[in-house]
């Protein structure tokens, strides 16, 4: 069976030899080109992932780390599965893990109000497709988080969040298997309003 990868041709016999070019290649020769390969692949992913996380999250950056989202009450009318009046996010000095917070592992506050409710809740975000993937602590379930615009935009199939004495999930329907929700920098203030114990 041959497999061929941007030009690379690989064969593979009884022998474990591979054909690259007009050349034989070794198994471990191969694989020590394949790792390279992989290297040269990696830098530019971790390079873009600091890129976003400076431009997104860092408070040097227009003066604020906090994205926030509010609904009014016609949005709410229009859309009656819409339960959330307020939605945020905001950088944690930590990772889950309990290391500082970097552009491939950083903590993310989430924040929900419902009426006069809040729900809050810790993040743990790593890069992945076109930004950072993000899972909830405590089995809370992801979400994909990326740039929209000058803002973020959140995508979700279910994700649930504390409120101390009960929990608000946040799911998709069989129609709108996934949720999203877009939101602008603000100013700190707007977090703090609904992080009020996060």
């Known amino acids: 069976m041959t497999v061929r990868v941007r030009g690379l041709s690989?064969?593979?016999?009884?022998?474990?030899?591979?054909?690259?070019?007009d050349r034989i290649m070794s198994r471990q020769t191969l694989f020590r080109t394949a790792a390279t390969a992989g290297m040269l692949i990696a830098v530019p992913t971790l390079a873009i992932a600091a890129t976003l996380f400076?431009?997104?999250?860092?408070?040097?950056?227009?003066?604020?780390?906090?994205?926030?989202?509010?609904?009014t009450a016609a949005e709410r009318r229009h859309n009656p599965d819409l339960k959330i009046h307020q939605i945020v996010l905001r950088t944690s000095a930590t990772n889950l893990s309990g290391g500082s917070s970097g552009s491939n592992n950083f903590g993310l506050k989430v924040g929900v109000q419902t009426g006069s409710y809040s729900y809050a809740g810790l993040a743990g975000c790593k890069p992945g497709g076109p930004g950072f993937v993000c899972t909830l602590e405590a089995g809370g379930g992801s979400f994909q988080l990326e740039r929209s615009g000058r803002g973020l935009r959140i995508a979700t199939r279910r994700m649930k969040i504390d409120g101390g004495l009960s929990q608000l999930e946040i799911k998709g329907t069989r129609r709108h298997p996934q949720r999203s929700f877009t939101l602008n920098r603000g100013d700190n203030s707007k977090c703090d309003n609904v992080l009020i114990w996060g």
């Open 54 to 71: 400076q431009r997104t999250f860092e408070p040097a950056h227009r003066g604020s780390s906090c994205y926030h989202r509010a609904y």
């Open 10 to 21: 690989v064969a593979g016999t009884g022998l474990y030899c591979f054909a690259y070019g």
